[in-house]
């Protein structure tokens, strides 16, 4: 079975049909500054974005700086965030990353990913998501649904998330690449589904080759 998203022009038809759906995709974790976002992101993991959105308005409200948030302290953090897994690990990195903040950014949240990955609970893919979403960088984050509508599609087939994050930085054509990321996380979560992917209803059938291999 042949690869139709082998040539630019495909994978350009591609994502225009998805930008067509959703012109100015966004991220689904409620934040109204870097270090807001920096925060939702790191709670994120292994966590839905609702479960996120659910504890963190009132935690804001109470710490909207890195200062305050760790004046907290982590059993402050902890108990206001325990709705979410890993709560208490998550409290300990966001107390530290804070501090991080303070002392070397001067409380801003910084503009590289590898100031990023020093801050405990931040790996590639949190500093992906911050450079992309905070800061308008065409980086891609590749969670579980961009890995799975990667490899399912054969847009970038790989074996680890780097190896389809450096797959994808070939694949999408460079106009599309700022909002792929959302495009890809909104595709997987809502459509490309693990379990029963919803074909039916997908706009890419033609060019995906998990339909045509299912197709008798």
């Known amino acids: 079975m042949s690869n139709p998203l082998r040539t630019i022009a ?24 870097p270090f807001q976002l920096l925060v939702a992101v790191i ?12 504890a963190t308005p009132r935690l804001f409200a109470l710490a909207p700086t890195p200062e305050k948030m760790r004046a907290l302290g982590e059993e402050g953090l902890a108990e206001q965030i325990k709705s979410i897994g890993l709560y208490r690990t998550k409290a300990k990195n966001i ?20 100031a990023l990955e020093t ?4 790996g590639r893919k949190t500093a992906n998501v911050v450079l992309n979403v905070a800061f308008g960088e065409a980086t891609i984050a590749v969670d ?13 087939p790989g074996k680890t998330p780097l190896e389809v994050e450096t797959g994808l930085m070939k694949a999408v054509p ?9 495009w890809l996380i909104l ?3 809502y459509i490309c589904k693990a379990r029963k992917p919803e074909c039916e209803r997908c706009a890419l059938g033609d060019l995906c080759v998990f339909v045509r291999q299912a197709k008798p």
């Open 144 to 156: 579980t649904h961009i890995f799975r509508v990667a490899n399912r599609t054969g847009l970038a």
């Open 119 to 122: 801050l405990p609970g931040v």
């Open 95 to 114: 107390i530290a990353a804070c501090g991080l903040l303070i002392e070397r950014h001067g409380g801003a949240v910084p503009r590289t990913r590898e």
């Open 43 to 54: 709670l994120s993991a292994q966590a839905t974005d609702a479960s996120v959105n659910k």
């Open 10 to 33: 495909a994978r350009r038809e591609f994502f225009a049909r998805l930008a067509a759906a959703n012109p100015n995709p966004v991220s689904e974790l409620a934040y109204e500054n």
């Open 187 to 189: 595709h997987g979560r």
């Open 174 to 182: 460079e106009e599309f690449r700022q909002h792929a990321h959302h």
